[in-house]
């Protein structure tokens, strides 16, 4: 992307409900700064993913300039780059890194992974049960940032709307392994699952059984 797109990008973000950045874009060093000049100032509730986060995790101050909800999506190796810390370190001790990193960024932060965690700014951490091994698969993230955004657009605040979004995922997850097996599936069959996913989920209280307390 080039920065002669920051106003016309700004101009379509103050448009949507939440705005999504990262996913699919590069390293290049005029994308990763805009990416970085576009993070401050979107006044609009904001999910940071895939590449998106690797250009915060050099100037990750910028995101305390922002009025809106943040939301950051690592798996381990992003996430390591966050906390500047090995993926050794960042595994072995999750709870404690998360916590920290959701504080200094002043962000709801999702460490994905088996068990996935979503750390509030405030200390909270929940721990989601949906979900299986065959979901670590390529794309399989994209499909999580564009759930928590359209539980977002269905209503729900940043921060429960991240919650729930990472649930049905997992749980669309579930669903696909149960008709493939886990061994076969790939990005579209989570996606392809969705609509039967939210189903279940607004039919009954699945997510009482998927979704742990928080670690206090």
């Known amino acids: 992307m080039s920065l002669k797109s920051k106003p016309e990008l700004l101009a379509l973000a103050d448009k949507a409900d939440m705005v999504v950045i990262g996913p699919g874009l590069s390293l290049q060093d005029e994308t990763t700064k805009l990416v970085r000049e576009l993070s401050s100032v979107i006044a609009k509730p904001l999910l940071i993913d895939g590449d998106g986060l690797t250009a915060?995790?050099?100037?990750p101050e910028i995101l305390l300039k922002r009025k809106a909800a943040t939301i950051l999506t690592p798996h381990a190796g992003e996430m390591a780059r966050l906390a500047r810390k090995t993926v050794a370190e960042v595994n072995a001790d999750?709870?404690?890194?998360?916590?920290?990193?959701?504080?200094?960024?002043?962000?709801?932060?999702v460490f994905k992974g088996a068990h996935s965690l979503i750390g509030l700014a405030d200390g909270r951490v929940y721990v989601n049960l949906?979900?299986?091994?065959?979901?670590?698969?390529?794309?399989s993230g994209d499909v999580l940032t564009g759930c928590i955004a359209a539980m977002h657009g269905l209503g729900l605040s940043p921060e429960l709307?991240?919650?729930?979004?990472?649930?049905?995922?997992?749980y669309a997850g579930n669903l696909a392994a149960a008709q493939k097996g886990e061994d076969?599936?790939?990005?579209t069959d989570i996606l392809e699952q969705m609509p039967a996913a939210l189903k279940d989920d607004r039919a009954s209280v699945v997510a009482e059984k998927y979704f742990a307390p928080p670690v206090i």
Do not use: W
């Open 56 to 59: 915060i995790a050099e100037r």
């Open 94 to 109: 999750k709870i404690s890194i998360l916590r920290e990193t959701a504080e200094k960024m002043n962000a709801t932060v």
């Open 184 to 187: 076969g599936i790939v990005a």
């Open 161 to 170: 709307a991240t919650r729930k979004g990472v649930f049905l995922h997992g």
């Open 130 to 139: 949906s979900g299986n091994p065959g979901m670590a698969t390529a794309g």
